[in-house]
Nanobody, 125 residues
Framework: QVQLVESGGGSVQAGGSLSLSCAAS????????MAWFRQGPGKEREGVAA???????RYADSVKGRFTISQDNAKNTLYLQMNSLKPEDTAIYYC???????????????????WGQGTQVTVSS
């Protein structure tokens, strides 16, 4: 059974940084595509960053240059380093995974069947 557990959320002032982690278990991690999504207050869930099996990252335009997605295959863990945070980055952040997600769906909810429970990130102005 696939399990994804996020951690690292919290509260920070604008301009600050946070690092999120997603511990994965129950499947062969290296064979899966992984991604981070977020859902802000009153907003739909949106793709933030994704990384495919060869390590190629993709980012939403809103976070390019500020967020970095990475993974440690030995630890079955996905990371999201968030710098220069803005109040509009406030959201619940979710980790997602699935096998062989096509590039066109890398930042789309429909590309993933496995989700974590989410971790809250709050950025104050």
């Amino acid at each position: 059974q696939v399990q994804l557990v996020e951690s690292g959320g919290g509260s920070v002032q604008a301009g600050g940084s946070l690092s999120l982690s997603c511990a994965a278990s129950g499947y062969t991690y290296i064979s899966y595509s992984m991604a981070w999504f977020r859902q802000g207050p009153g907003k739909e869930r949106e793709g933030v960053a994704a990384i495919d099996r060869d390590g190629s990252p993709r980012y939403a335009d809103s976070v390019k240059g500020r967020f970095t997605i990475s993974q440690d295959n030995a630890k079955n863990t996905l990371y999201l380093q968030m710098n220069s945070l803005k109040p509009e980055d406030t959201a619940i952040y979710y980790c997602a995974a699935d096998v062989r997600v096509p590039p066109v769906l890398a930042l789309a909810m429909g590309g993933y069947n496995y989700w974590g429970q989410g971790t809250q990130v709050t950025v104050s102005s």
